[in-house]
């Protein structure tokens, strides 16, 4: 069953796939390029919107500029903007390589320009740290101080993402620290799930552990 029918130059109808064959698990990757205001954005949408007549198949649309916000909701979608979610990358169900590894990507991707090679040591060391709290107490402000050396450049790199024992608030304090994680239950709650990330896309410093937790 075609995903959305077109017609050819030749007047033909041709049957819209993603996928390149018909094996099971064959690849769907698909790429548009196109100037400004030619219609990119209203040819995915309409392409997802061919995928609600197929049961369980889940479509995610990270947006910029609420873009997608209405053709979302109007076929029963949820949308949000990213801002509202409450988010915290630690908040993982089991201790396990491949939760500690997204970890550590993410952690790097916070440090930003500062990473060096010699911060392995010290970002494991802070994972380690993070897994001996429970959620809810699992976040970065509560780990800060015990998994970084004072005025390391770890710390000093990390001090943006927190807030501090006396209280104080830093700049992306608000990020990552929530008692537990909205992302996963956000995405679960539609077959269609549009997320606003417009403040992510335009900072260069939150951009990529936004982006790299979502992934």
């Known amino acids: ?20 064959s018909d094996k099971k698990k064959s690849p769907g990757n698909y790429l548009i390029f196109a100037g400004t205001g030619s ?17 369980g198949v889940r479509n995610y649309v990270f947006d910029s500029k609420e873009g997608a916000r209405s053709m979302v ?26 939760a500690r590894q997204n970890i550590n990507m993410i952690i790097k991707s916070m440090i930003g320009d500062a990473l060096t090679d ?5 970002i494991n060391h802070a ?40 209280g104080k608030v830093s700049l992306y304090s ?15 709650t539609s077959f269609l799930t549009g997320i606003n990330m417009n403040e992510a896309l335009k900072d260069d410093v939150l951009g990529p552990p936004v982006v790299a937790h979502i992934a």
């Open 1 to 20: 069953q075609p995903i959305r029918l077109f017609n050819t130059p030749t007047g033909q109808s041709y049957s819209f796939q993603f996928h390149c």
């Open 39 to 55: 219609g990119k954005s209203t040819l995915i949408l309409h392409l997802l919107g061919g995928l609600t007549k197929f049961p």
């Open 73 to 98: 909701e109007s076929l029963g979608g949820s949308y949000q903007s990213y801002d509202n979610l409450r988010l915290n990358p630690l908040d993982v169900v089991a201790d396990t390589l491949q």
């Open 118 to 122: 010699d911060m392995d040591d010290p």
């Open 127 to 166: 994972i380690s740290t993070a897994f001996k709290l429970e959620v809810p107490e699992r976040t970065f402000s509560n780990i800060f101080d015990l998994s970084f050396p004072p005025k390391s450049p770890i710390r000093r790199a990390m001090q943006r993402w927190v807030k501090d024992k006396k």
């Open 174 to 188: 608000h990020i990552f620290n929530a008692p537990h994680d909205q992302l996963s239950s956000f995405l679960k």
